[in-house]
């Protein structure tokens, strides 16, 4: 499976982006995609997972402001970030869930990451 990321940008405080992350390959075994983020000196973390049934769960520190959402037909899953603060400036990465498809083992991928920078 390939990932990747776009939509990253420079945006002012308060501000919207949309990030789109592209799924090709191996997508029959693609079920859970998530966003992740990682800020300089820090550690990637979690931001928002979605499952192929359309199931999702964001942080807390985003919930209000992200929405993660999908369409499978596209093999895209998307995160729309609206009220951006100076704190989410970050790299964005997609990461599609391992899993397992009639018995066969998929691991975890990552795509090579969005950049988001919020200023105020």
């Known amino acids: 499976v390939q990932l990747v990321e776009s939509g990253g940008g420079l945006v002012q405080a308060g501000g919207s982006l949309r990030l789109s992350c592209a799924a090709s390959?191996?997508?029959?075994?693609?079920?859970?995609m998530g966003w992740y983020r990682q800020a300089p000196g820090t550690q990637r973390i979690w931001v928002a997972h979605?499952?192929?049934?359309?199931?999702?769960k964001v942080a807390d520190s985003v919930k209000g402001r992200f929405t993660i959402s999908r369409d499978n037909a596209k093999n895209v899953i998307y995160l729309e970030m609206n009220s951006l603060k100076p704190e989410d400036t970050a790299v964005y990465y997609c990461?599609?869930?391992?899993?397992?498809?009639?018995?066969?083992?998929?691991?975890?991928?990552w795509g090579q990451g969005t950049q988001v920078t919020v200023f105020s």
């Open positions: 390959g191996d997508v029959f075994s693609i079920n859970a």
């Open positions: 990461r599609k869930y391992e899993t397992y498809y009639r018995g066969d083992y998929y691991p975890n991928y």
């Open positions: 979605i499952t192929r049934d359309g199931v999702t």
